[in-house]
């Protein structure tokens, strides 16, 4: 199985701030990146697929890049509401794999 | 919009069969490019994937898990099943059926139902 890193574990930051999370995969995986983001109790929520591409109803202030094994994920401006953990999922090849997660806290 | 919704029991004993239904709404089970799929979470950890099945019928499982779980569809209820044999403490976890858009990202999720397996 593809193994997917993330950094960090987790983040403490200010609304306002830029926030960059990185994601590692155990070997190339093209392209096929996605990130999601999840809030305590609830489902997680598509963000970005195929590393850079926002999903439909998601805010400009999330992008994604990279391509091989790095990629990031940014937000521009955190609002309150980002204030959730993020998980990147690699679905080049099965089984697909999470990474851990990143959690960004309020400062 | 489609619509997906977990259903079962809440609580399972140890060495029992784990079963759920993910009701899809609004959209058709063999309709596009999808799969279904199951992962789950135990509390406090990652999520994980369990499987899928493909339009075509065709199931795809984790091999860590592949031994234990079965994936089906109802075409006529517009569900998909979960099955996980013999289960113990550590199939503990919320259970959560997607949408797989393309075989390749999760684009519409259920709430989850959270299973205990417990005696």
């Known amino acids: 199985d593809i193994q997917m890193t993330q950094s960090p574990s987790s983040l403490s930051a200010s609304v306002g701030d830029r926030v960059t999370i990185t994601c590692r995969a155990s070997q190339s995986i093209s392209r096929y990146l996605n990130w999601y983001q999840q809030k305590p109790g609830k489902a997680p929520k598509l963000l970005i697929y195929d590393a850079s591409s926002l999903h439909s109803g998601v805010p400009s202030r999330f992008s994604g890049s990279g391509s091989g094994s790095d990629f990031t994920l940014s937000i521009s401006s955190l609002r309150p509401e980002d204030f959730a953990t993020y998980y990147c999922?690699?679905?080049?090849?099965?089984?697909?794999?999470f990474g851990h997660g990143t959690k960004v806290e309020i400062k | 919009q489609v619509q997906l919704r977990e259903s079962g029991p809440g609580l399972v004993k140890p060495s029992e069969t784990l079963s759920l239904t993910c009701s899809v709404s609004?959209?058709?089970?063999?309709?596009?490019?999808?799969?279904w799929t199951w992962i789950r979470q135990p509390a406090g950890k990652a999520l994980e994937y369990i499987g899928r099945?493909?339009?075509?019928?065709?199931?795809n499982y984790n091999p860590s898990l592949k031994s234990r779980v079965s994936i089906t569809a109802d075409t006529s209820k517009n569900q998909i099943s979960l099955k996980l044999s013999s289960v113990t403490a550590a199939d503990t976890a919320v259970y959560f059926c997607a949408r797989d858009r393309d075989h390749s990202y999760m684009d519409v999720w259920g709430n989850g139902t959270t299973v205990t397996v417990s005696s």
């Open positions: 099945i493909y339009t075509s019928g065709e199931t």
């Open positions: 609004a959209g058709s089970i063999r309709s596009g490019t999808y799969s």
């Open positions: 999922q690699q679905s080049y090849s099965a089984p697909p794999t």
